[in-house]
């Protein structure tokens, strides 16, 4: 998928299969999710109208962007990014124009105020979190009829039925269960970069799912419950708290050396496993050779280990 594709509003559900045994999902970054949920951020300045909206996200962006892009080795030029990204924006804008879709002025200048420092600091762009969620929000709750996501209200989803006429409001897939609850996955949320994963995606999507973030997983039984710690039994495919994972259905502490475990999920934070081995080998530092996950967390592997940051080939044109 385009990364312009993942400009405001709507949460897209990419489906993949993971290298372990149970289906992951990956919902939405950057853009993509920054104007759903809850709102972290505030910014003393003044609210921004919507006809403002896109025209100061794109200045945000490319405005301020040009020095970090020139570090990293992309191309920028201002205006031919800013006119692109303002266009991908206001066409995303206009489509949440209307009653059902409320828009707020105040979380939008947070939003811009956010993009502009972490473009002018070169930052790592996982800085920019959740604090763009607010901008804009559903008004319609669970039940009433609807054509986009948008316009549902947070926990909730635009269902198209299978005759193909309007859509419904329903309770999204991924929304928070309680212990006991029944649910179809587990998900776990990078609360850096906003990004949910989930696994063992089997059931109803309508009963929601368990997040490790609150301490639960999906269980055999599609049941969520509380994830087992250091020396517990791990059985049915349950996730270890912490640093710990399952091997011989015990949760045991994960490794800087030695095997990977079952599922390739047995190496500590500083250590990544290595592929053909099957051995966890220390993360490599910056400016080491890469190419995959070998870097350390604060950078990514392009051919070398560089620092994150929020300069790359599409954000440096304009590909919000």
Same mark, same amino acid.
């Given at each position: 998928?385009?990364?312009?594709?993942?400009?405001?509003?709507?949460?897209?559900?990419?489906? =993949?299969?993971?290298? *372990?045994?149970?289906?992951?999902?990956?919902?939405?970054?950057?853009?993509?999710?920054?104007?759903?949920?809850?709102?972290?951020?505030?910014?003393?300045?003044?609210?921004?109208?919507?006809?403002?909206?896109?025209?100061?996200?794109?200045?945000?962006?490319?405005?301020?962007?040009?020095?970090?892009?020139?570090?990293?080795?992309?191309?920028?030029?201002?205006?031919?990014?800013?006119a692109?990204?303002?266009?991908?924006?206001?066409?995303e804008?206009?489509?949440?124009?209307?009653?059902?879709?409320?828009?707020?002025?105040?979380?939008?200048?947070?939003?811009?105020?956010?993009?502009?420092?972490?473009?002018?600091?070169?930052?790592?762009? =996982?800085?920019?979190?959740?604090?763009?969620?607010?901008?804009?929000?559903?008004?319609?709750?669970? #039940?009433?009829?609807?054509?986009l996501?948008?316009?549902?209200?947070?926990?909730a989803?635009?269902?198209?039925?299978?005759?193909?006429? +309007?859509?419904q409001?329903?309770?999204?897939?991924?929304?928070?269960?309680?212990?006991?609850?029944?649910?179809?996955?587990?998900?776990?949320?990078?609360?850096?970069?906003?990004?949910?994963?989930?696994?063992?995606?089997?059931?109803?999507?309508?009963?929601?799912?368990?997040?490790?973030?609150? #301490?639960?997983?999906?269980?055999?039984?599609?049941?969520?419950?509380?994830?087992?710690?250091?020396?517990?039994?791990?059985?049915?495919?349950?996730?270890?708290?912490?640093?710990?994972?399952?091997?011989?259905?015990?949760?045991?502490?994960? *490794?800087?050396?030695?095997?990977?475990?079952?599922?390739?999920d047995?190496?500590?934070?500083? +250590?990544?496993?290595?592929?053909?081995?099957?051995?966890?080998?220390?993360?490599?530092?910056?400016?080491?050779?890469?190419?995959?996950?070998?870097?350390?967390?604060?950078?990514?592997?392009?051919?070398?280990?560089?620092?994150?940051?929020i300069?790359?080939?599409?954000?440096?044109?304009?590909?919000?």
């Amino acid at each position: 998928m385009e990364k312009s594709a993942r400009t405001l509003i709507s949460v897209s559900e990419s489906l =993949r299969i993971n290298a *372990r045994r149970l289906r992951s999902v990956r919902v939405a970054t950057l853009f993509m999710t920054v104007f759903l949920g809850a709102c972290d951020s505030s910014s003393d300045g003044p609210p921004i109208p919507i006809d403002d909206f896109a025209s100061l996200l794109a200045d945000a962006v490319c405005n301020n962007i040009g020095p970090c892009c020139q570090r990293a080795g992309f191309p920028h030029a201002p205006a031919a990014c800013h006119a692109r990204a303002e266009s991908s924006l206001q066409s995303e804008v206009a489509k949440r124009r209307g009653a059902t879709v409320s828009y707020d002025g105040n979380a939008a200048r947070a939003c811009v105020d956010t993009y502009t420092a972490v473009a002018r600091t070169c930052a790592d762009d =996982r800085e920019i979190g959740s604090v763009c969620r607010r901008v804009f929000s559903g008004t319609l709750a669970a #039940g009433a009829m609807c054509t986009l996501t948008p316009e549902c209200v947070p926990g909730a989803s635009c269902e198209p039925p299978l005759d193909g006429g +309007a859509g419904q409001c329903s309770r999204t897939r991924f929304e928070h269960n309680k212990r006991g609850d029944h649910c179809f996955a587990t998900c776990t949320e990078d609360l850096k970069s906003g990004l949910l994963y989930c696994s063992g995606v089997t059931g109803d999507p309508g009963e929601g799912a368990c997040h490790t973030t609150d #301490g639960l997983y999906c269980d055999v039984a599609n049941l969520c419950a509380a994830i087992p710690t250091l020396n517990q039994l791990c059985v049915g495919g349950a996730p270890c708290a912490e640093e710990a994972f399952c091997e011989n259905n015990v949760c045991v502490a994960k *490794r800087t050396s030695g095997p990977c475990g079952p599922f390739s999920d047995g190496c500590a934070a500083t +250590a990544y496993c290595e592929f053909g081995t099957g051995l966890c080998q220390p993360r490599k530092a910056t400016g080491e050779a890469c190419s995959g996950e070998e870097c350390l967390d604060s950078d990514t592997c392009n051919a070398t280990c560089r620092p994150r940051t929020i300069a790359n080939a599409n954000t440096c044109s304009g590909v919000l």
